[in-house]
Nanobody, 119 residues
C-alpha cells in the first residue's frame, strides 16, 4: 500500500522560502507520477506541480512557475517542493499525491502540511 507523508510546512513571511518533503513508501515509484496540490481556505484543491519519477520531467501550474521547483531523491524515495518568493496567496494546505503512469487520476494522497505566508 502506497503511503505518502508530507513535512516542512509552516509560517513564513512574504518573499521567503520553504521546502516541503514527501516521503513515499509501498510502491515502485519509477512507475509513478508524483504531484503536489494545495487547498486554500474556502477554495477547491488545485494542482501545483508534478514530476515523472523515472525521467524527472516536470510540469507546473502557471501561478507557481518560476518560483517553485519539484524534485525527487531516488535514494530517499522522497519528493520535494522548493517554494521561493512566497506570496500570501500561496497560503494553503499542501498535499503530496501519487498516480501510476497507467492511471488518469492521482489516487494516493498524503495527510497534508499547512503553509501560511504572512504579508
Amino acid at each position: 500500500q502506497v503511503q505518502l507523508v508530507e513535512s516542512g510546512g509552516g509560517l513564513v513571511q512574504a518573499g521567503g522560502s520553504l521546502r516541503l518533503s514527501c516521503a513515499a513508501s509501498g510502491g515502485t515509484f519509477s512507475m509513478y507520477f508524483m504531484g503536489w496540490f494545495r487547498q486554500a481556505p474556502g477554495k477547491e484543491r488545485e494542482f501545483v506541480a508534478a514530476i515523472r519519477w523515472s525521467t524527472g520531467v516536470t510540469t507546473y501550474a502557471d501561478s507557481v512557475k518560476g518560483r517553485f521547483t519539484i524534485s525527487r531523491d531516488n535514494a530517499k524515495n522522497t519528493v520535494y517542493l522548493q517554494m521561493n518568493s512566497l506570496k500570501p496567496e500561496d497560503t494553503a494546505v499542501y498535499y503530496c499525491a501519487a498516480r501510476k503512469l497507467t492511471m488518469t487520476q492521482f489516487d494516493y494522497w498524503g495527510q497534508g502540511t499547512p503553509v501560511t505566508v504572512s504579508s
